[in-house]
């Protein structure tokens, strides 16, 4: 890495960011700092916004309003030497089927000044035993691999991820968190995005949720689900219609906050195994059946639910 990676002050900037597809705004008064040397995560839905925001940091697309820093350099002023210093893995990467492994890291490697070997960045990647393989009979998992090892190839300082590991088995996904760690220890920056809460608690060291193109809460994963003033959420499905609404449910003792949606009742609750005696107890005494019950500690999910309204796959 270069001492610019590893400087104070932030890698990435922008301020008051927005893009536009005729009536349709992607990216709405958008402001980001990505610090160096931290993993940064963009969590939203589909359709949030989080691609066209990075595709704009990578130099891809140009914004209507706004202002981008990355490195300390801008783009349209320094193209040259920032695609010199980052590494971009696309939502998809399409790469040639009748080419080896080897191969396409080594055309990749040859864009570049500076950069590992070719067999270190197989060994990175842990792609060695896969180096005469041609890409079309590489598996969903190493394929995502290799679409990273294209990313790496010059020893970036900054990464750009967009859906790392959408599509890929628990395993696939395991290898390639390994991947970003052994990145990360080497001193490098991450800005990915997700829409995946477990990627954002495990990978990020700070995360921005997005909604409609806006940020609407940004912190440290425990921060945000600390947010929420409760530690965990109960969530039950009545079997039918009925008169009961939450705002009867969050006087129950523990209960901090209720929202209710369609037949759907979601609690926020500090004392759970108090919470749900008191809440059967009170179905039971208004002649109400339960069609499902679940309790789970509180996740970024549950900050997006309490933000909006909605689930993170709603859209």
């Known amino acids: 890495m270069t001492g610019a990676a590893a400087a104070a002050g932030p890698v990435v900037v922008c301020r008051a960011l927005r893009k536009r597809y005729g009536s349709v705004v992607a990216v709405d008064g958008l402001d980001l700092e990505v610090r160096a040397g931290e993993c940064f995560g963009l969590l939203g839905p589909n359709g949030a916004g989080k691609t066209t925001a990075v595709e704009i940091l990578e130099g891809l697309l140009e914004p209507d309003e706004g202002r981008v820093e990355v490195l300390g350099l801008t783009w349209g002023s320094h193209d ?56 079309s009979r590489l598996s969903g998992g190493q394929k995502q691999r290799l679409a990273v090892a294209c990313a790496l190839v010059n020893e970036p300082d900054l990464l750009f991820l967009d859906e790392p590991t959408t599509g890929l088995d628990p395993q696939s996904r395991r290898q390639l968190w390994e ?39 940004l912190g440290t994963p425990r921060e945000l689900v600390a947010s929420l003033g409760a530690g965990h959420v109960v969530e039950c499905t009545l079997a039918g219609p009925s008169g009961l609404g939450a705002t009867g449910l969050a006087a129950l003792p523990g209960v901090t906050a209720a929202s209710a949606s369609g037949r759907t009742i979601r609690l926020r609750v500090t004392e759970p195994h108090r919470v749900v005696p008191a809440l059967l107890a009170e179905l039971d005494r208004q002649g109400i059946d339960l069609a499902g019950l679940t309790v789970h500690q509180a996740t970024l999910e549950d900050v997006f639910v309490a933000r909006t309204g909605r689930h993170l796959r709603d859209e």
């Not at 970003?180 to 991450?190: K, Q, S």
């Open 80 to 135: 040259g030497e920032l695609r010199q210093r980052i590494g971009v893995q696309l939502q998809e990467t399409q790469l040639n089927e009748k080419l080896t492994v080897e191969e396409i890291v080594r055309l990749y490697r040859s864009f570049y000044r500076r950069g590992p070997s070719v067999s270190r960045v197989l060994q990175m990647v842990q792609l060695e035993s896969k180096r005469g393989s041609w890409v």
């Open 179 to 217: 991947l970003l760690a052994g990145f990360r220890a080497r001193g490098g920056t991450i800005l990915l995005t997700t829409h995946y809460m477990d990627e954002a608690e495990t990978l990020c060291d700070r995360v921005a949720i997005v909604d409609r193109g806006r940020v609407i809460a």
